[in-house]
C-alpha cells in the first residue's frame, strides 16, 4: 500500500479548513485516512485531564465506544504509544504482552495495528491508530505518513484551528491580552518589573499544508541563510569570548545548523506537502521520539540544543527573529520553562531584572547564580511560557510568589512606587558601607558573602563585606560540559584570590551531586539524593578528584592565606581522610618545590547533626566550622529543603534549631574555635538578628542582603535580645518567629 501524503494532506486541509465542530471534524478525519491508507480502522486518542486516553472518534470501530473507552498513560498498546511518545507498528497486536483487550470497541477482529503519537509542543496530545483485520507490516513510509497526519490533527485537538467566536478557544486568545496573575514560590526575594523575553519559546505552527513545496523550499532556503548569517555574527561577537561554554554551544548550533541530514530532512517533509514551518517542526517530532528516551544526560542536552535551533530556523520563517533574538530589552524578566545555569549567565546581566521558572527549587544551581546577581525569582510558575508572550509588561513580586503579566497600569504604578521607596531605602543602607555591623552596644559582628562565580567577587568591595565566608566551587564546574583541569582550576582560584586582595576567601570543596549534577559525572538515579552520593562522600571516594582540587587551591593561594572547607562531613573520620589528601598535596608541593600557601585554615561546613555528637573530637582539629543551616536544618528535621509542599513546614527560627544552633555556638567558644553561619537564613534579617542573639559573630551571606543586615545591627542592643531569648528558648511554640518580629518592631530594629 503506498499513501500518498500529498494527497490526504490536501483533503485534510479542506477538513481542518470547514466550520464543523471539532467532533465532526475529527469524524470526518478518521473516515479520511482509514479510506486512503486502505484500513478497516482509524481512531483518534485525545489525552484528557488526569492523563487519560478517551477515544474521541472512531471509523471502524464501535461508534459506542466513543467518549466511553478510556486507557491510562501506559496502558495497552495505545497508552503505551502516548507514554513513550513513540510509534509502533504491529502485525499482530492481541498477542502483544501490552495489549489491552476492550471488549465494548468490537476491535476482536483486527490484527495489525500502527499507531504514532499526536505530538504538538514537545507534548504528546493524543494517539492515531490505523487497524487491519489481516496481519500485514506497516512499512517506515507509512509509519511516516501517519506521523505527518497525526501533527495536523495536533492542531485540531489541541484547538490551534482559528476560533469560533465565544468557541473555548477563542476565550483562550483573549486571555492572551488580559492581566493575569501566576502563582509560585519564591526563589529569590524581592520585586522587578519590565518586559518579558521568553527562554526557548515553543512556537506553534498555524499553518501546515502547503500547495506549492517549491515555494516551500525556496523559504526554506532563505531562512536558513539567514540563521546563519545571525549564528555567525553571535560567534563573532565580542560579549561571548568569555563564556567558553557559550561558544561551545553556538559552535554545536552551527554545526546543526549547517548539517546536511537535518536539513535534508526537513526538505524531504515539504516535499511530502507540508509549509516548511511544520516540515521543521515534523523532523524535531522525529528528532524528539528517538533521543528523548536516552539515558544519557549528554545527549539529552543536545536534544535542547536542537530544539532551540529548530525555534529560531521557525522563527526565521515567520521573520520574527529579529524581535525574538535582538537586543534584549533594558528591564527584560526572563521566563523559562527550566534554564541552566550557563544559559543564565548568556544573558546580558545588566538588562535582567527578574526571572520566572516554570520549575525550579531554591536550591537548584539556577537559584543560587540567580541569587547571586540579586534578581528575584519565582519558580514552579506553572502556565507561565503559555500565559505569558514576548514584551508583555510583567511584575516579579517574589516575595508573595507571584507573577503579574500585563498588569493594569494603576497596579504597575503601585508596585513602581513601591519599588521606588525600597530603592531608596537600600541606596541609604549602601551608602553606609563603610561604617561597621555594630550593634547599639558595641558589638561588632563580622559579615562576609558567599559566592561561586568570579564575577561575584567585585561586590567584596561594593558591599564592604568583610571576605568571601563561602566560595561554592561547584559552580564553575557546573557550566561546563567537562572537568576543569587542575590548570583551569588554578587559574579560577588565583583569579579569585588575586581580586578579593587582603580579604580572606573560604573555598569550599567541591559540593556535587544531590541536585547540583555535572552532565559528565555519571551517577545512578536515586530515590533521595540528598541522602546519597553528594559532597565529601564523592570527593573520598574519587580521591583523584578531590586531590585535584587541592592541588589546584594549594597553587593559587602560593605565599598568600587560603581557607579550605569540606562539605557535608558526617563523622570525624571523613574529615581524617580528607586532611589526609591534604597533607598529601602539600607534599607533594613541597616536593615539587612549589610556593606553599602561607597559611592554610582547614575547616569543615557542619551539615549533618551526627557531627554534634563529636565534638570533643572534631573541635580539636578544625581551624573553623563554617554552619551549612540550609543542610543542617533539612536533615535535623528530617524535611526536604527543595520540595514546596514541606519547605515552609518548620522554622529556622524554632526553638529546636535555635536551641541547637546555641549549643553548637557555646562548645565553639569554650574550645576557641571561630564559627560563622553560611546558609539562606544568614541573609534574612529578622534570622540574622536571632542568630547574633544565640552568639553568632560571624554570617555569611548573598552579597544584595549584606546592607540590610549591617543595618539591622546597628539598630539593635544585643544584650536586650539575648535576655529576651532566654526566656523564649525552652518554650513550646512552633516558631519564634513572630514574638521575634513583634521584638524588632517595639525597639525601632530594622528588619
Ligand atoms: C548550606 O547547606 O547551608 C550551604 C550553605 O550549602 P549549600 O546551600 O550550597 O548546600
Ligand atoms: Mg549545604
Known amino acids: 500500500m503506498i499513501i500518498s501524503a500529498r494527497r490526504l494532506l490536501a483533503r485534510l486541509r479542506d477538513v481542518m479548513a470547514g466550520t464543523d465542530a471539532l467532533q465532526a471534524r475529527l469524524d470526518k478525519i478518521v473516515r479520511l485516512i482509514a479510506a486512503e491508507t486502505v484500513a478497516e480502522v482509524c481512531s483518534c486518542y485525545v489525552v484528557r485531564p488526569g492523563d487519560v486516553l478517551e477515544l474521541f472518534a472512531t471509523h471502524g470501530l464501535n461508534p459506542g465506544a466513543v467518549h466511553r473507552t478510556r486507557l491510562r498513560m501506559g496502558e495497552g498498546l495505545v497508552g503505551q504509544i502516548a507514554a513513550t511518545g513513540r510509534p509502533t507498528a504491529i502485525s499482530n497486536a492481541p498477542e502483544h504482552p501490552n495489549f489491552a483487550y476492550r471488549p465494548e470497541t468490537g476491535e476482536d477482529p483486527y490484527h495489525s495495528l500502527m499507531g504514532v503519537p499526536i505530538l504538538r509542543g514537545g507534548q504528546v496530545r493524543g494517539v492515531l491508530v490505523v487497524q487491519n483485520q489481516h496481519r500485514r507490516i506497516y512499512h517506515e513510509e507509512e509509519i511516516e505518513t501517519l506521523q505527518t497526519i497525526a501533527m495536523v490533527v495536533a492542531e485540531l485537538v489541541a484547538g490551534g484551528v482559528p476560533a469560533e467566536p465565544g468557541s473555548a478557544a477563542a476565550s483562550q486568545a483573549a486571555a492572551q491580552i488580559m492581566p493575569a496573575r501566576l502563582v509560585g514560590i519564591r526563589l529569590n526575594a524581592g520585586l522587578a518589573m519590565g518586559h518579558a523575553v521568553l527562554h526557548r519559546p515553543v512556537l506553534t505552527v498555524r499553518e501546515m499544508v502547503a500547495d506549492d513545496p517549491e515555494a516551500e523550499l525556496a523559504r526554506l532556503r532563505g531562512a536558513v541563510g539567514t540563521m546563519q548569517d545571525s549564528l555567525d555574527r553571535l560567534l563573532a561577537g565580542s560579549a561571548l569570548v568569555e563564556h567558553e561554554e557559550s561558544r561551545d554551544i553556538l559552535e554545536t548550533y552551527r554545526m546543526f545548523a549547517q548539517d546536511r541530514g537535518w536539513l535534508a530532512r526537513i526538505a524531504e517533509a515539504i516535499r511530502t506537502g507540508l ?205 561546563r560540559s567537562n572537568f576543569p583541569d587542575v590548570t583551569e582550576q588554578t587559574r579560577i582560584y588565583r583569579e579569585v584570590l588575586d581580586q578579593a586582595g587582603d580579604k580572606p576567601v573560604m573555598f569550599r570543596t567541591l559540593d556535587i551531586g544531590g541536585d547540583k549534577l555535572l552532565p559528565y559525572l555519571k551517577e545512578e538515579p536515586v530515590e533521595n539524593p540528598a541522602l546519597g552520593w553528594r559532597a565529601i ?10 586531590r585535584q582540587q587541592l592541588r589546584a587551591l594549594i597553587r593559587a593561594a602560593a605565599g598568600r592565606t587560603i581557607g ?125 538578628m536571632a542568630l547574633i542573639g544565640i552568639g553568632f559573630r560571624q554570617l555569611s551571606m548573598v552579597p544584595g542582603a549584606i546592607a540590610e543586615v549591617r543595618a539591622m545591627i546597628r539598630s539593635l542592643t544585643v544584650s536586650q535580645l539575648e535576655r529576651y531569648l532566654d526566656r523564649l528558648m525552652s518554650g513550646a511554640d512552633h516558631s519564634l518567629r513572630e514574638k521575634l518580629r513583634g521584638f524588632a518592631m517595639d525597639r525601632g530594629i530594622e528588619i
Open 537 to 546: 562522600r564523592i570527593g573520598l571516594d574519587r580521591p583523584a578528584l578531590l
Open 275 to 479: 509549509t516548511a514551518e511544520a516540515a521543521v517542526q515534523r523532523v524535531q517530532n522525529d528528532t524528539h521520539a528517538r533521543l528523548a528516551h536516552l539515558p544519557d544526560h549528554y545527549l539529552r542536552e543536545r536534544l535542547l540544543d536542537l530544539d532551540d535551533l529548530a525555534n529560531r530556523l521557525l522563527l526565521h520563517l515567520s521573520g520574527r527573529a529579529s524581535a525574538a533574538f535582538g537586543t534584549l530589552p533594558e528591564d527584560a524578566v526572563l521566563v523559562a520553562r527550566s534554564i541552566g545555569p550557563a544559559e543564565l549567565l548568556d544573558y546580558e546581566e545588566s538588562r535582567l531584572r527578574g526571572l520566572v521558572l516554570e520549575d525550579g527549587s531554591a536550591t537548584s544551581h539556577v537559584s543560587i547564580v540567580a541569587r547571586s546577581m540579586n534578581i528575584p525569582v519565582v519558580g514552579r510558575c506553572a502556565g507561565a511560557m503559555s500565559t505569558i508572550e514576548p514584551w508583555d509588561p510583567i511584575i516579579v513580586d517574589a516575595d508573595n510568589g507571584n507573577v503579574l503579566v500585563r498588569p493594569a497600569e494603576d497596579v504597575q504604578e503601585l508596585f513602581a512606587r513601591t519599588m521606588s521607596l525600597r530603592a531608596a531605602r537600600r541606596r541609604a543602607r549602601e551608602a553606609e558601607t563603610s561604617l561597621p555591623a555594630e550593634s547599639k552596644d558595641g558589638v561588632r559582628v563580622s559579615l562576609h558573602m558567599n559566592a561561586g562565580l568570579l564575577a561575584d567577587i567585585p561586590h567584596l568591595a561594593a558591599t564592604g563585606a568583610d571576605g568571601v565566608g563561602l566560595y561554592r566551587t561547584e559552580i564553575p564546574f557546573m557550566v
Open 564 to 688: 579550605i572547607m569540606f562539605p557535608l562531613v558526617s563523622e570525624v573520620a571523613e574529615l581524617d581522610a580528607a586532611r589526609a589528601l591534604l597533607t598529601k598535596e602539600l607534599e607533594r608541593a613541597r616536593h615539587q618545590d612549589e610556593r606553599l600557601p602561607e597559611r592554610l585554615k582547614v575547616g569543615i561546613m557542619l551539615e549533618v547533626p551526627a557531627l554534634l555528637w563529636q565534638l570533643d573530637a572534631l573541635l580539636p582539629r578544625v581551624d573553623f566550622i563554617a554552619v551549612g543551616s540550609n543542610d543542617l536544618l533539612q536533615y535535623l528535621y528530617a524535611c526536604d529543603r527543595g520540595s514546596a509542599p514541606v519547605a515552609q513546614r518548620y522554622d529556622p527560627l524554632s526553638p529546636a534549631a535555635l536551641t541547637m544552633l546555641r549549643m553548637l555556638v557555646g562548645r565553639c567558644a569554650e574550645a576557641g574555635v571561630p564559627i560563622s553561619l553560611c546558609g539562606e537564613m544568614a541573609g534574612r534579617p529578622l534570622e540574622a
